[in-house]
């Protein structure tokens, strides 16, 4: 698979997830899916694309919360608490052969 067809199959995954139709702010949701990689690559050491269903849920998870939560400043919500342990859960939890791109 080619990365824009990689990137077309996350995209309409994500679309999906947030329950959105239509394309007006696809180039926002494909720019929040890269943030979220790299903030659970940098944050795990976990290479993406991979296998893993809760990296994917980590990702999904923090495209959500940043699509709905635009603003710079605002409050803390639970999403935080469990943002934070799934990309521990990923951190900690990885066995090794899984680290790895596959």
């Given at each position: 698979?080619?990365?824009a067809e990689?990137?077309?199959?996350?995209?309409?995954?994500?679309?999906?997830?947030?329950?959105i139709d239509?394309?007006?702010?696809?180039?926002?949701i494909l720019?929040?899916?890269?943030?979220?990689?790299e903030y659970i690559t940098n944050a795990t050491g976990l290479k993406f694309p991979n296998n893993l269903a809760r990296a994917?849920?980590?990702?999904?998870?923090?495209v959500t919360h940043w699509y709905e939560n635009r603003q710079i400043s605002g409050t803390t919500s639970n999403l935080d608490g469990v943002l934070t342990t799934?990309?521990?859960?990923?951190?900690?939890?990885?066995?090794?052969?899984?680290?790895?791109a596959e």
């Open positions: 698979m080619t990365e990689q990137k077309e199959k996350e995209l309409e995954k994500a679309k999906k997830y947030l329950r239509g394309d007006a702010e696809d180039d926002l720019h929040f899916i890269a943030a979220a990689k994917e849920l980590a990702v999904m998870s923090f799934m990309v521990n859960q990923l951190k900690y939890l990885v066995v090794d052969g899984e680290k790895d």
